[in-house]
């Protein structure tokens, strides 16, 4: 399984995110797969923001969810992310991850740079 992010680089305050992650070599419909997105900040450790499942539920994570939302298109294999009211403590690397169980972090992308900065 391949990941791709890619998104805007840069987002001014207050404004909304939007993420793609484009997954190759594997369907985002595989049974017991899950989608996650999980970001790193500037000298702080990896921050899970929540993922969306092979049925199509999602689980966001409690601090984040006001502000998140995670969805997909089946037909183009690809999976979003939406995360709105954006500040400049957002500034990070965004990665999506999958996998199944305890392992649902096994395949990873290589992550894109969200900077917020007016």
């Known amino acids: 399984v391949q990941l791709q992010e890619s998104g805007p680089g840069l987002v001014k305050p207050s404004q909304t995110l939007s993420l793609t992650c484009t997954v190759s070599?594997?369907?985002?419909?595989?049974?017991?797969?899950?989608w996650s997105w999980i970001r790193q900040s500037p000298g702080k450790g990896l921050e899970w923001i929540g993922y969306?499942?092979?049925?199509?539920?999602?689980t966001n994570n409690p601090s984040l969810k006001s502000r998140t939302s995670i969805s997909r298109d089946n037909a183009k294999n690809t999976v979003y992310l939406q995360m709105n009211s954006l500040n400049p403590e957002d500034t990070a690397v965004y990665y999506c991850?999958?996998?199944?169980?305890?392992?649902?972090?096994?395949?990873w992308g290589q992550g894109t740079q969200v900077t917020v900065s007016s």
């Open positions: 070599g594997g369907s985002i419909t595989t049974s017991y797969y899950v």
């Open positions: 991850a999958s996998g199944v169980g305890i392992s649902m972090f096994e395949y």
């Open positions: 969306i499942a092979y049925s199509g539920s999602t």
